[in-house]
């Protein structure tokens, strides 16, 4: 059981970048399904989510308008368009759900439990020219 995100990349500011966060050992698409990320020095900042039955999106004030979260259940995969990458956008990129529940709504996504947890291996973005 497990996630894996891909699609990261060195981009210069105004860019665009795709991550996939695919899932294995499990069906992505009975779960919401949430993205994290950490800067340098910086601590984890809840980006976004989807739920499950893909009703509610949630983006956190700093990306609203230019990230798009979305699911392609066929490809047991959850995506995350980014647009406009500004250098502040620079970070590790984590995808992650709960296998008991995972809280996603249009206010706000939680933190997984310790005990059902399951996060990727993260995949680095990096904004600058």
């Known amino acids: 059981v497990q996630l894996v995100e891909s699609g990261g990349g060195l981009v210069q500011p105004g860019g665009s970048l795709r991550l996939s966060c695919t899932a294995s050992?499990?069906?992505?698409?009975?779960?919401?399904i949430g993205w994290f990320r950490q800067g340098s020095g910086e601590e984890r900042e809840g980006v976004s989510c989807i739920s499950s039955d893909n009703a509610s999106t949630f983006y956190t004030h700093s990306v609203k308008g230019r990230f798009t979260i979305s699911r392609d259940n066929a490809k047991n995969t959850v995506y995350l368009q980014m647009n406009s990458l500004k250098p502040e956008d620079t970070a590790v990129y984590y995808c992650?759900?709960?296998?008991?529940?995972?809280?996603?709504?249009?206010?706000?996504?939680?933190?997984?439990?310790?005990?059902?947890?399951?996060w990727g291996q993260g995949t680095q973005v990096t904004v600058s020219s």
């Open positions: 050992g499990f069906t992505l698409g009975q779960y919401a």
């Open positions: 992650t759900t709960d296998q008991d529940y995972y809280y996603c709504s249009g206010t706000g996504l939680s933190v997984p439990s310790d005990d059902f947890g399951i």
